[in-house]
C-alpha cells in the first residue's frame, strides 16, 4: 500500500501518544514505533497481538516504546483524552456497530488531537464488481453494491460509505477539519490472487483482460479505500 506513509504521515508522531486500533501483524504499528514517544496498540484477538509483539521484538523496537493489548473497538478500556493520534486501516469497518467504535476514537483523543481512520468506500470498482458478480448475473436483482460488500467482501457485515456519509458521521461525532479522500485498492485493479472461489475459467477470463490501465487513468475517484481524517 505506497500511500499508507502519506495518510498515516508517521514521522509526525514525533513526541506524541499513538493509538492504534486493529494492529494485525504489526506492519503499521512497527512504523508508529519508530517515531512517537509511546504507541499503544490494541487488537481484538490474542493471535494479532502475539504476532505484533514477535514483529517488535525481531525489529529490536524497547519494550517501553509501546503496550499491546487485547481490546473490544466499541468499548476501549483505556482514559478518555490520552492519545494525539488515533489510527486504524481497514478494520473499523468490520465492526458490527461502526458509529460507536469512531466515538471512542473520538472519546481517547486529546484535544486537538487528530484521527486517521480508512473504512471501505461504496462507489468502488470492487463493490461494483461484487454487485454483478452475485446480483444480476445470478437473478439477484434487489442486490446493491453496499449489499454485496456486506455479504462477500471479506467478512460477513463489511460496511462500505459514501463520502457525505462518512462526513456526516464523523462531524456529528464531533470531528472538526474533516478531510475525505479515496484511493484505488489492490481489489479494484484485481492485482490480487484470486481465491479459491474465484478459479473457473470466467473468473480467469476476467483476471487476464481486466481494464486495470482504464481503471488507472480514471484515477482513485472510484477506490475502494475511503481514508477519514478529523481533529478533536
Known amino acids: 500500500e505506497p500511500f499508507i506513509p502519506e495518510f498515516a504521515r508517521f514521522h509526525e ?7 492504534e486500533i486493529g494492529v494485525g501483524a504489526g506492519s503499521d504499528f512497527l ?8 504507541a499503544t496498540g490494541v487488537d481484538l484477538t490474542e493471535a494479532a497481538i502475539r504476532l505484533t509483539d514477535e514483529n517488535l521484538q525481531l525489529h529490536d523496537i524497547p519494550p ?4 499491546l493489548q487485547r481490546a473490544d473497538a466499541e468499548n476501549l478500556n483505556l482514559p478518555s483524552e490520552s492519545f494525539d493520534i488515533v489510527y486504524s486501516w481497514g478494520v473499523l469497518h468490520h465492526s458490527p456497530e461502526t458509529v460507536q467504535a469512531l466515538k471512542e476514537v473520538f472519546r481517547v483523543l486529546k484535544p486537538g488531537g487528530n484521527a486517521k481512520i480508512m473504512v471501505y468506500h461504496v462507489h468502488s470498482w470492487t463493490a461494483w464488481m461484487l454487485y454483478a458478480l452475485y446480483g444480476p448475473l445470478r437473478g439477484h436483482f434487489s442486490m446493491t453494491p453496499r449489499k454485496a460488500v456486506y455479504k462477500h467482501l471479506e467478512s460477513p457485515g463489511t460496511k462500505a460509505y459514501d463520502l457525505s456519509e ?3 458521521i464523523l462531524e456529528g ?9 479515496t484511493r484505488l485498492s489492490p481489489g479494484d ?7 479459491g472461489k474465484y478459479q473457473s475459467g470466467i473468473h480467469r477470463m476476467i483476471w487476464k483482460f481486466y481494464p486495470r490501465s482504464l481503471v ?3 484515477g482513485h475517484r472510484f477506490g ?4 477519514m481524517e478529523g481533529t478533536k
Open 31 to 38: 512504523n508508529w514505533t519508530r517515531h512517537a514517544e509511546h
Open 224 to 227: 475502494l479505500y475511503l481514508l
Open 189 to 195: 485493479l484485481l492485482e490480487i490472487k484470486p481465491s
Open 13 to 19: 508522531a514525533k513526541n506524541k501518544r499513538v493509538l
Open 166 to 168: 462518512a462526513r456526516r
Open 173 to 181: 461525532i464531533g470531528f472538526t477539519n474533516v478531510r475525505l479522500s
Open 216 to 218: 488507472r487513468a480514471i
Open 64 to 67: 517501553a516504546k509501546y503496550t
